[in-house]
Structure formats: structure tokens, C-alpha cells
């Protein structure tokens, strides 16, 4: 039971607000916004609110969708994972029906999404979170946003099906809204998205290394027709040690063995266990049809090296080496390393390599921080970054312990690192229906670490 919904800006500015019990005194989005932006723990400056956390005696809840913050207050003592749960929905339920979920398609389309939210909760209790079942009480139409205004989703939003591409913007439709011409979409969109997460030691070694992926659909179907999904064929559930090292990510072959996995309540498993395949009826919206976790050894897309050396009494000199573990035919987009630096470190030079374009690197004297970042890192190559750095006084000890670890972020379109794939989708159609099936690969970083 909640009290009040609200979502915020990353600004504070308040785009939707429901007050459903009248408990909770008003400016509360206010209060909310400022303990998470301006969040101190322990003596940290730049400290992050957790996701629950209570003021007053105010329970608040929130998580970040698409740069908006979806929160929720209540006074009474309640599971937080449930109502964690319920803004994650409500946030998949009103990206169903806007195609796109942002500050300005909100802005554009509040009645509806208060329509929305009037089926979904009432009076504080959750009715139901199925965009199938909510579209018997849903009259309002999307009004369609400028797709200009959208970020572009780079490499990653193509969708592969043989030779052809679709763009990512073709799945920012809304589940309710027709073509121009009053034709129903008959398409069908698979992600496979999984984050990895490696920690390195010091000489280069892995010691630890996850993956948490899903396999996530987005129906635009008519007629509810069954679709069956067909994964590896050497697919293991549970560790068998097994090592699949060896495997070539999303292009290669070989044993995929997972720790554990679940399913969307509308999979039928009836002959998973003889040739891996999934049997569905697909609900309308996006929904996660598999979830799945992997710790067995795999090949890790990135190998980070960086050395810290002295160069003087209040100097130092750094190197940071990241080299591209996989085929020549794919790239990584948005790529970041970052790395903590001593606390008396005052200045830092960089030295980028001859002929580096689209990279940039620089020091953040608030946090002591190196960012080096790179617009793509195409498969096979290698990238150095050189630092002089300066301090205010004289280190004392092993340079290395008061630097690091390095951090990377990454999105590698078109690869992933357990090589999990769909071999094929088939849709049981009439005659006159030709659905299109769109599959894409996708491998960002959780947390991907390399020690000094």
C-alpha cells in the first residue's frame, strides 16, 4: 500500500503526481529531491541516496528509468522490494503505451498517463501492472513524440534480421497506436542483453567474472500467435565445471552453461529439456522472457593494464593499456575508464597516442579522478593513455595501494560474452500474415575493475 506516486525530473520538476491516501503532508517531492541530490553519508561528498530510505517517518522509494526518477511514499511498513517491483512496472507499462518513455513524451501525454495510473493503483492498492489486460479501460490515444528530441541509441538500437537492419527507433511505438495508413505493425523485436562484471588482479589474471542477462521481447503481433524459441543446443542449466573459455562470444559455438535462469510466466517448458526450445504466447508490450546468471570462466571482451611508476619526488607517471579481446568486425561504443588517483595528487598531464581520434582524457580535482574516455574501440586494437602526474607532498610507501582500481564502462552491439543465441523464431501465422523478426545483441559492463 503507497501513499503517494510521483515522478521527477532529473532537474527536480514535478511531471506526474498522484496522491492517493492524503497521509503524507505536501512537499514531499521537494523533501525527496533534495535528500537525493544532495545525499552525505559518513562523510562522503559525493555519496549516492540508497533506493528506501525514510525522513520524518515518511518511507520513500524510487529508481532511475531513462534519466526520470519514478518514486513512491508511504507511512506504513511495507515490503520494499515489492514497491520497487511496482515502479519498475509502472514504468514498463507507461513506456508500452507512449512507445517512448521520456520528460517530454510524459509532458505531451499526462492524460494518458493518468488514465493509466487510475487502472493501475487505486487508492494506494496495485490492480494489475498487464498491458494486455489494461487495454480494455484505456480510450486515450498517444500523441507521438518528435523523434528528433530522442537521444540516438547509437550501434546498439540496430536490429539484425539476415541482411537487413532496422533502426531502434522502429520499437519506440506505442503497443495501442497504428502505421500512418492504419495498418497493424506485425513485428516481433528479441534482445539479448547481458552485463558482465570482471575484476582483474594486478598482473592480469581474472578473479572473479558474471554475467546477468535476459532475453527480452516486444510484441507488436496481432491475433496472440504462438511463437516458439530456439536457443543453443548445448545449453546446461546449473555447474557442471565445465569451462567454455573457449567459445567465440556471440559469433562462435561451443557448450553455454548457466548457473540458473527463470522464465516469464507465459513460457510453456514442455520440450526445453529435449532441444532447448521456449513456447509462448507473447503478451502485448515488452516483457523479459528469460533471466539468466553465469560465473563460469568466459572470455572477457576487454584485458586492462595500467602502471604506476615514480618519476621524482612529487611525481609520478601512469599508463593505462586497454586492449580489445574480440573479432575485428565488431565495435564498442561510449567507452569510459576511470580511475581513482592519490588524495594529494594536484595536476595531470596526459599524453594521448599519435593519431587518436575521438578520444579525451582529463582530471577531475573534486573526486581525484582520471577519465579517459573513447568514442569506439574497434575488435583486435589497442589504446595507451600516458598521465604525469604532480602532488602536493611526498608519498610515502607503495604508490600503487593509494591508486585505483581502474574502472571501465562499455556497450558492445552485436556480441555477448556467454554465447547464449536465438537460432530461430518461428511464429505460427495464416496465409496473409508475414510478421517481421527483429534480434540484436547487446553486452554493457556492470562492473568491470582492474586492480593495481
Known sequence: MISQFFVLSQRGDNIVFRDYRGEVQKGSTEIFFRKVKFWKEDGQEEAQAPPVFNVDGVNYFHVKVAGLLFAATTRVNISPSLVME??????????????????????????????????????GYVQTTSTEVLKSYIFNEPIPVDMSHVPP????????????????TAVTKSVIANEPAGKKREEIFVDIIEKISVTFSSS??????????????????TGN??????LNEELNIGR????????QGSSGSGAVILDDCNFHESVRLDSFDMDRTLTLVPPDGEFPVMNYRMTQEFRPPFRINALVEEAGSLKAELIIKVRAEYASSITANTVMV??????YTTRATFELEAGAVGQNADFREANRKLEWSLKKIVGGAEHTLRAKLTFSQEYHGNISKESGPVNMTFIIPMYNASGLQ??????AKKSTY??????????QANSYVARL
Open 434 to 443: 508475414n510478421p517481421y523478426r527483429w534480434v540484436r545483441y547487446v553486452t
Open 204 to 221: 592480469g589474471y581474472i578473479l572473479t567474472s558474471e554475467i546477468d542477462g535476459i532475453i527480452q521481447m516486444k510484441s507488436y503481433l
Open 225 to 230: 500467435p504462438e511463437i516458439r524459441v530456439a
Open 338 to 343: 576511470q580511475m581513482s588517483l592519490p588524495k
Open 153 to 168: 541509441l547509437g550501434p546498439a538500437a540496430i536490429f539484425m534480421q539476415g541482411n537487413k537492419r532496422m533502426p531502434g
Open 422 to 427: 536465438v537460432k530461430y523464431l518461428q511464429i
Open 86 to 123: 511496482l515502479l519498475q512496472r509502472v514504468a514498463r507499462v507507461i513506456k508500452d503505451y507512449l512507445g517512448v518513455l521520456s520528460e517530454d513524451s510524459l509532458r505531451k501525454n499526462f492524460v494518458l498517463v493518468y488514465e493509466l495510473l487510475d487502472e493501475v493503483i487505486d487508492f
Open 240 to 247: 557442471g565445471g565445465r569451462s567454455v573459455y573457449d567459445h
